[in-house]
T-cell receptor
Framework: SAVISQKPSRDICQRGTSLTIQCQVDSQVTMMFWYRQQPGQSLTLIATANQGSEATYESGFVIDKFPISRPNLTFSTLTVSNMSPEDSSIYLC?????????????FGPGTRLTVL | QKEVEQNSGPLSVPEGAIASLNCTYSDRGSQSFFWYRQYSGKSPELIMSIYSNGDKEDGRFTAQLNKASQYVSLLIRDSQPSDSATYLCASHSGAGSYQLTFGKGTKLSVIP
């Protein structure tokens, strides 16, 4: 597996502000994803972070609200823009390791966001 | 729409017993299946992956897959209080798609 770190680990933010979350991996990975886990819920995929190109967003998520950067194969950022209390969640990045037949996703430690 | 279904629980078992966690999926094209364990306030941790029909054992954990029935299970033998967590079942369709579809998770409590 890879060592995945996220910054910040938690934050409390005011409504209307933005927060950028960083995800760093200790090895080069092709596939990287961003998930959201709302309180008491399972994981929902926000987008696939594509290296060198625009992220691919899932239904219900838009670039203006969740801009993503992926400047290289070890790093990505997710910004939560113009936050509201409904954005209070845990945000997780994940990476895929393994080959085509035995690929596995591993998750970072998460960023716990509270919006007041 | 791809769905993965799990009983939300809580599932309570006494220490030393076998815990049985079940999962069904709607997408017949799903090829890969995963069980993650998530402690409260922590991120999901991979426990088992299974790709072929049958059983796969790893220590106290056994994953079972039946593609005809679209059914995946996880057995935990000799359950310990430290196994108390939420267990998430996930699948993806393979063929270059790495996007996971998660169930809502089953909360397991192992009673000392």
């Amino acid at each position: 597996s890879a060592v995945i770190s996220q910054k910040p680990s938690r934050d409390i933010c005011q409504r209307g502000t933005s927060l950028t979350i960083q995800c760093q991996v200790d090895s080069q990975v092709t596939m990287m994803f961003w998930y959201r886990q709302q309180p008491g819920q399972s994981l929902t995929l926000i987008a696939t972070a594509n290296q060198g190109s625009e992220a691919t967003y899932e239904s219900g998520f838009v670039i203006d609200k969740f801009p993503i950067s992926r400047p290289n194969l070890t790093f990505s950022t997710l910004t939560v823009s113009n936050m509201s209390p409904e954005d209070s969640s845990i945000y997780l990045c994940s990476v895929v390791l393994g080959d085509r037949d035995t690929d596995t996703q591993y998750f970072g430690p998460g960023t716990r966001l509270t919006v007041l | 729409q791809k769905e993965v279904e799990q009983n939300s629980g809580p599932l309570s078992v006494p220490e030393g017993a076998i815990a049985s966690l079940n999962c069904t999926y709607s997408d017949r094209g799903s090829q890969s299946f995963f069980w993650y364990r998530q402690y409260s306030g922590k991120s999901p941790e991979l426990i088992m992956s299974i790709y072929s029909n049958g059983d796969k054992e790893d220590g106290r954990f056994t994953a079972q897959l039946n593609k005809a029935s679209q059914y995946v299970s996880l057995l935990i033998r000799d359950s310990q209080p430290s196994d108390s967590a939420t267990y998430l079942c996930a699948s993806h369709s393979g063929a270059g798609s790495y996007q996971l579809t998660f169930g809502k998770g089953t909360k397991l409590s192992v009673i000392p």
